[in-house]
């Protein structure tokens, strides 16, 4: 994508049309496993919100991971379907998320142990 595809007019458009979407497949009777990486606090607050207006639970899962880890495993990436690079991941770091009331999950450990902790999350 261009170097403004990481805009913040961009990021917001983009996150606004994945709340909508997710909040017309939930008023639709289906669960919705809404991906991004939801780096600010309002980003999370919309998804959640999402789930609030359809009237189900929601359930959001941090993955958090030390910022060589990120670097590394963005360095070893090849065919992934995201096409952020190191300058996006820095910005992110430097912005830092802000407070995050979702279930924390160590995404250092082994991917046994992620993939259980995801699957049973505990608050």
Known sequence: MPTGAYGQETTEAIYAQLAERAEAILRNGWSV????TFSTERERTRIERCAEAAGVPFLGIWLDAEPATLRSRLAQRRGDVS???ANVLEGQLQRGAGPI???RINAEDDLDRIVRAVRLPSR
Do not use: H, R, Y
């Not at 496993?33 to 991004?36: G, K, L, Q, S």
């Open 101 to 103: 009331s979702w279930v």
């Open 83 to 85: 096409d952020a690079d």
């Open 33 to 36: 496993v809404a991906e991004a």
